[in-house]
């Protein structure tokens, strides 16, 4: 999505309101004797958080992150401090607004997110967008730009549409299954048409099925292991442990290596290049007038490889688990689908999906580079801050009765930009949000003008970790049976 300019009007301080409804009068600024009694920040290291071992804590975050990040706000507060990492290391977690709107508009000098990639350096290695900061970052972004937006986001609207219809045909009828799978491999087809523009490489079929299987080592615990800082012989160790499947996924990652080398060479040979995000990416050079490695180049695809496809993929399982829980809003969104004339009820049903589904549920931690205060709390060089969207979006002040489903709370009014941040926020927002959006109203729009959703069981699914992003626990298992009244059939 495009990158926003944020300004003190983007949300209106005298209300926690998540969305605008026309202006709001200016906070009062305390007067300054106020301002210089005030007491004298709080050093993070006395924020509370959990003190049970670090195991245990990692254990309870995989099993149920939603439910730990929830009772340790009721215990703790707004702000608390977990230690989810090996080696330990706290992760001040922020979830007021006001707190996350500081973290968001610091100065790129004050806070940096390359280290915060470092649970998925496994998959998209040290030299792609995720890793840089500052004015590399922002140079990249800059060139990467045009690839997700303007008249390539057109080209890759009218293929995610037609997409769609083809894939979401062949689809399993009348049959239990599980829809994430599928999801996923209909997002990964959307990103080859990001990467590789409206032809992609030969070996995509093969290509495909190998990131399929690599991707799948993230429903592991063993995902979330900093392998890139452990001795080659350690990774040779935890690589011969079966259970863990980091052995199974090495060798995964060196095929699709393999592969990615090998369409970028196939693209190479094209004499003309595209708008398509890899002919942007041969085009980059550096100071020196060399252009992208090989690794750069595996680096940057295997990022929108990753980021690109588990967050969407997520978010849209998570989509039907609610349709199919909730009749009202199902029945009111198909007819609207069915009327045709317009999309009103399908933006909010994106936006509450996301809402009580954030693509990341804790955004990528920043790394303290300068010394910062935000709520009245001082944070040091080299601390982790984590921005917690799940608790954000359960916030009772900002949405009341947080937990419920209720798309009809966003007709009419925009996201917040402090309140609403699936996508992250501030320099950082997800670069390919505008696709992602395009993504889950197709994806919607074309199951249920087709389909019935029948669950197995009436009650919902737990959550499960999958990497950076949680799923349905049994993948959104429902069934898809063909409509009585098609209209696409009338």
Not at 192 to 202: A, C, D, Y
Not at 297 to 309: H, Q, S, V, W
Not at 386 to 400: G, I, K, M, T, V
Not at 430 to 450: N, P, Q, T, Y
Request: net charge neutral.
């Amino acid at each position: 999505m495009d990158e926003e300019r944020v300004t003190e009007m983007d949300v209106p301080e005298a209300a926690k309101c998540p969305v605008g409804h026309g202006a709001a009068a200016a906070a009062p600024q305390p007067a300054e004797s106020e301002r210089t009694t005030r007491r004298a920040a709080m050093p993070a290291s006395a924020l509370p958080g959990p003190t049970t071992h670090v195991v245990k804590q990692i254990l309870r975050y995989w099993k149920r992150p939603d439910r730990f990040v929830e009772e340790c706000r009721e215990q703790y507060g707004s702000r608390f401090a977990l230690r989810i990492r090996i080696p330990p290391r706290p992760l001040y977690v922020l979830s007021d607004p006001e707190d996350i709107k500081q973290m968001f508009m610091a100065p790129a000098d004050v806070l940096h997110t390359g280290n915060g990639s470092a649970t998925i350096e496994k998959f998209t290695g040290q030299t792609g967008l995720a890793w840089l900061d500052e004015d590399e970052h922002k140079e990249r972004r800059r060139i990467l730009m045009p690839s997700m937006h303007g008249k390539a986001l057109q080209r890759i609207e009218e293929s995610i549409d037609r997409r769609a219809v083809e894939e979401i045909a062949e689809w399993p009828r009348d049959r239990v299954v599980e829809l994430h799978p599928l999801i996923h491999r209909f997002t990964l087809n959307v990103i080859r048409e990001v990467i590789f523009g409206g032809s992609g490489p030969s070996n995509w079929d093969e290509l495909l099925d190998v990131l399929i299987a690599m991707m799948k080592f993230n429903n592991r615990m063993g995902s979330a292991a900093l392998i890139h800082k452990m001795s080659p012989r350690t990774v040779r160790m935890l690589a011969r442990i079966k259970p863990i499947g980091l052995g199974e996924f090495l060798e995964l990652r060196k095929r699709a290596d393999k592969l990615i080398a090998d369409a970028v060479a196939e693209h190479k040979r094209n004499a003309e290049l595209g708008d398509d995000m890899l002919s942007v990416l041969l085009r980059i050079t550096h100071e020196d007038g060399s252009p992208l490695t090989q690794v750069e180049l595996r680096d940057e695809m295997m990022t929108i490889f990753l980021a690109g496809t588990e967050t969407t993929a997520s978010a849209i399982a998570w989509g039907f688990e609610y349709l199919s829980l909730h009749t009202e809003a199902r029945e009111r969104l198909v007819a609207e689908l069915d009327a045709g004339v317009s999309d009103e009820y399908l933006t909010a049903t994106v936006n509450e999906v996301l809402r009580l589904r954030p693509s990341i549920p804790q955004i990528i931690p920043r790394t303290v580079m300068k010394p910062i205060e935000i709520g009245g709390v001082r944070f040091e060089p080299g601390m982790l801050l984590w921005a917690s969207a799940y608790l954000l979006h359960r916030d009772p002040e900002l949405y009341p009765d947080p937990y419920a489903f209720k798309p009809d709370r966003f007709l009419g009014a925009k996201p917040g930009t402090y309140t609403w941040i699936p996508f992250g926020g501030g320099r950082i927002r997800c670069l390919g949000a505008s696709i992602a959006l395009i993504e889950m109203k197709a994806v919607f729009r074309e199951v249920l003008k087709h389909c019935e959703l029948r669950r197995p069981e009436p009650g919902p699914e737990g959550t499960r970790s999958r990497s950076v992003s949680t799923l349905p626990a049994k993948g959104a298992r429902m069934e898809l049976r063909a409509r009585t009244a098609d209209v696409s059939m009338a």
